[in-house]
């Protein structure tokens, strides 16, 4: 009797322990298998790289042909004074317009220098600085002219300088006339060749004298005038901007008339 007692003790202690070992097996996290596929880290995005709008680039040399919408002129131009511009021709690169006929100019005067009385002629020295598209867009960029379509002898150099004529035919014309001017009135007052040669004296000594107390002549860029100009470092443009179809027009401006250069005859 003692014994089927123990043994049915025995008996309901082992399945407590089996069932107490069970729910502890239930608990316990499962390990992963092969087959269990384990959870992948979160990807990390970057950031979409800004991208930059192409670059159209007109390389240093480049010419472009303007005409001029403000005169100029050394009687009155002063360092810093603003000149005002057009284009004529477009121009283009790899068969697309990028500077259409009729885009603005504008730059300025760095140096004026009015003609010497005695010798040197007059010279403005300009440069161009900013470019107007006809769609308003607007860019810095640096230009020299080479040539000089004015009218008139007046010359390029380099750095942007343009100088006046001289008058020398002129000069010569002036001393000639008092010559004879004055040899006249000696041969009427002392009706001698004496009279007439020391006339002559004094008249040519008077018209060099007036050569001499008056200016060269006064350069001028009138209204009209064109110039050529040369980029002296490269242009760069924004694709963005240039969408251009039309070739353009430039104004309607009337080209300064053929002259001579005129000298002024007053002492200062």
């Known amino acids: ?140 960029f640096n230009a020299v002219p080479t040539n000089a379509g004015t009218g008139g002898n007046e010359t390029t150099e380099g750095e942007g300088k343009i100088k006046g004529d001289t008058d020398k035919s002129g000069d010569a014309g002036t001393v000639m006339k008092t010559t004879g001017a004055g040899a006249g009135i000696g041969a009427i007052a002392t009706r001698t060749g004496t009279g007439a040669g020391i006339g002559a004296g004094v008249g040519a000594a008077v018209g060099l004298m007036t050569v001499l107390l008056s200016r060269g002549p006064e350069l001028e860029l009138p209204r009209g005038t064109t110039l050529d100009v040369e980029l002296d470092r490269p242009l760069y443009l924004d694709a963005e901007y240039i969408n251009f179809t039309d070739p353009g027009r430039a104004s309607t401006l009337a080209g300064p008339p053929n002259r001579s250069p005129q000298r002024s005859r007053v002492p200062f």
């Open 1 to 140: 009797m003692h014994v089927s007692i123990r043994a049915k003790l025995f008996s309901a202690a082992t399945l407590a322990l089996a069932l107490a070992v069970t729910a502890d097996a239930q608990q316990q996290p499962t390990p992963p298998t092969q087959q269990q596929e384990l959870p992948k880290p979160a990807e990390v995005t970057e950031p979409a790289a800004k991208t930059h709008p192409a670059k159209i680039i007109l390389p240093a040399g480049t010419k472009l042909p303007l005409v001029l919408h403000n005169a100029i002129t050394t009687r009155n131009a002063h360092p810093g004074d603003a000149i005002y511009l057009e284009t004529l021709f477009p121009i283009t690169r790899d068969n697309r317009i990028v500077i259409p006929a009729g885009s603005y100019v504008q730059g300025e005067i760095l140096e004026a220098k009015r003609p010497g009385k005695v010798k040197g002629r007059g010279e403005v020295r300009i440069r161009l600085n900013t470019l107007i598209l006809p769609n308003g867009y607007t860019v810095d």
